[in-house]
């Protein structure tokens, strides 16, 4: 397997480790927290911690959950077209130990305009 395959395969084993962590409840406040910002609005992860940290949802398991959410469809990777290129849209984090890290923006989806 090439480097770029071991990546890809570990984060993919990683995000499965960290979903078994979250239960039906952790589940639950992550969607209603992407439910409570409007469809269309951009958000990243800042916009859901206060929400998340209150509902006690371990930070480990958050990004497994955001991969969930995109997946029924109330979510989408926020992009940006110029010149022909997609860039990811990024913010800075406002977590305590990001360390001036970026985080990956997304807009809030209604599942029912899926294509």
Do not use: C
């Amino acid at each position: 397997m090439n480097a770029p395959a071991t990546a890809l395969a570990l984060k993919v084993e990683g995000q499965a480790l960290a979903s078994r962590r979250a239960t039906p409840a952790h589940r639950a406040a992550f969607v209603a927290a992407v439910r409570a910002i409007p469809v269309g609005r951009l958000f990243t992860v800042n916009d859901l911690r206060a929400r998340l940290d209150d509902a006690g949802v371990p930070p480990a398991a958050r990004a497994s959950l955001m991969a969930a959410v995109v997946r029924d469809g109330l979510a989408e990777r926020a992009v940006e077209v110029r010149d022909g290129v997609v860039y990811e849209l990024k913010r800075p984090s406002s977590g305590r130990s990001a360390r001036g890290a970026d985080v990956s923006a997304w807009r809030r989806t209604d599942p029912r305009e899926r294509t």
